[in-house]
Every structure is written in structure tokens, then in C-alpha cells.
């Protein structure tokens, strides 16, 4: 099991969530979030101190099976690229375990489709 978490531009949602329910991945969690990256937002010059500004972007979580980690990354990485920087990151991260709520069962079977 793995937990997918990648930061995208809040307009490729759509593009996103298209690729991956071509895939049939569909569990996911989205938020809106602020971050800065290599570019470190865009930087002001204020009062001789440098401030970094975070941008707007979007956050969406994943818990998926081993088996539809490539499909997934390849998902986002496809409708979330425009080609410019600020694109986004998607990091991989190992799950330790999933319960589900409603009926207490737990491991890979949990995660659902
Ligand atoms: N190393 C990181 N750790 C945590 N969040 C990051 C990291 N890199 C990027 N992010 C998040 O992803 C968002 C988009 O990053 P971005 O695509 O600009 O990365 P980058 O490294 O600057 O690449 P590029 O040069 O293509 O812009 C950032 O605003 C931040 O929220
Ligand atoms: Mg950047």
C-alpha cells in the first residue's frame, strides 16, 4: 500500500481526475493548499527583508495498492503537466495500514477500488 500525495495546479483538477478515472482510480482527497517551489513563489522586496510568497495550488491525497501506483502517478503527472515550472510534485510514500470505518476491515482490501 502506498500513499500518493501530489501538489497540482488547482486547474488541472479536471484533467487529472480524468486520467485517473480512465484508469479506474477514483479515491482521493483534494485540498487547496499554499506552497512555493524552486522558484520560491515569486519573491518581494520588502523593507530590505525578502519574502517569499506562497501560490495557490491544489493537494490531492491518494491511498492506493501496489498494483495502481504507476497507473496513478502516470495519471497525474499527465493531466497536471503544462510544460511550464510550477507544475507541481507528486511524492510516494509507504502505507503502514488503512481501516475501513464502516465495517473495521483493514489492509490492502480497505482502500477500496
Ligand atoms: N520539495 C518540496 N517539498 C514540498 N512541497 C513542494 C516541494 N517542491 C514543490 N512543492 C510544492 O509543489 C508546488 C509546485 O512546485 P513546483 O512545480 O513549482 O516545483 P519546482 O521544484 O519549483 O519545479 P519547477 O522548476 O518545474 O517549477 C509548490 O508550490 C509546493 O507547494
Ligand atoms: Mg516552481
Redesign the pocket.
Known sequence: MKYIIA?IRPDRLEEVQRALVARDIYLMTVSD?R?????KGFVEQVRSRKLVNL?T?LKIEMAVNDEFVDAAVDAITLGARTGE?????IFVLPLEACVHVRTGASGPGAIGP
Not at 35 to 39: E, L, Y
Not at 85 to 89: A, E, L, M, P, S
Open positions: 501538489i493548499v506552497g512555493c517551489g524552486r522558484q501560490v495550488k515550472t510550477g507544475d507541481g510534485k
